[in-house]
């Protein structure tokens, strides 16, 4: 069964470094999204991405967040600066084009940031 | 913009009885509703969704669940658990057919269930 796949699984930076999480989508889908849970919080959405352009955001994707679709496989999230309280589980999903299409989510990538 | 609140943070039950796991919603639009479970250390994985029609939806697993628009509410429910359903299970909203989202998923804060032998 095919499956959206994240790396690394965990990456430990020190803070004011940048970051990139990875993350390869299921081949067929057409919609992308980042979402983090800090640990003892719900998960939080970050980002949608379409036709290689973000659809929607939310208000903690600020200008330290970007997102790339660099090839036809892999979708990145990057951290330009690191902060503390961006230490957290990140999850990349994707679905296909619909309304109603579930989201197929990979199993994250825990940042630790000192 | 959607809200949910899952009433409960943690559910101990034994192998073999009777579950409920408690999900409220806020919208002033329609909504699709889901269910997602995760097991530790692993990602989060689609137990059952409710789009439209029947009101009550069954998943995978054995879990269900029924939308109650009236109460805006759709508990998880499993007639009889085993140890392997011991995980964080967490209740999602997103904007229904016509809204402008596009798929924005809003998380409640997970329930942990605890299946003892």
């Known amino acids: 069964e095919p499956e959206v796949t994240q790396t690394p699984s965990h990456q430990v930076t020190q803070m004011g470094q940048e970051v990139i999480l990875r993350c390869v989508p299921i081949?067929?889908?057409?919609?992308f999204y980042w979402y983090r849970q800090i640990l003892g919080q719900k998960v939080e959405f970050l980002v949608s991405?379409?036709?290689?352009?973000?659809?929607?955001k939310s208000e903690i994707f600020d200008d330290q967040f970007s997102v790339e679709r660099p090839d036809g496989s892999n979708f990145t999230l990057k951290i330009r600066s690191t902060k503390l309280e961006d230490s957290a589980m990140y999850f990349c999903?994707?679905?296909?084009?619909?309304?109603?299409?579930?989201?197929?989510f990979g199993p994250g990538t825990r940042l630790t940031v000192t | 913009a959607q809200s949910v609140t899952q009433l409960d943070s943690q559910v101990p039950v034994f192998e073999e009885a009777p579950v409920e796991l408690r999900c409220n919603y806020s919208?002033?639009?329609?909504?699709?509703l889901f269910w997602y479970v995760q097991y530790p250390n692993q990602g989060l994985q689609l137990l059952l969704k409710?789009?439209?029609?029947?009101?009550l939806v069954k998943g995978i697993n054995g879990f269900e669940a029924e939308f109650n628009k009236s109460q805006t509410s759709f508990h998880l429910r499993k007639p009889s658990v085993h140890i392997s359903d011991t995980a964080e299970y967490f209740c999602?909203?997103?904007?229904?057919?016509?809204?402008?989202?596009?798929?924005?998923?809003?998380f409640g804060q997970g329930t942990i269930l605890t299946v003892h032998p």
């Open positions: 999602a909203v997103r904007k229904g057919a016509g809204g402008t989202s596009y798929g924005k998923l809003t």
């Open positions: 991405f379409y036709n290689n352009e973000i659809s929607e």
């Open positions: 081949s067929n889908h057409l919609y």
């Open positions: 409710y789009l439209s029609g029947s009101t």
């Open positions: 919208s002033s639009v329609s909504v699709y």
């Open positions: 999903a994707s679905s296909e084009v619909g309304q109603g299409y579930e989201q197929y």
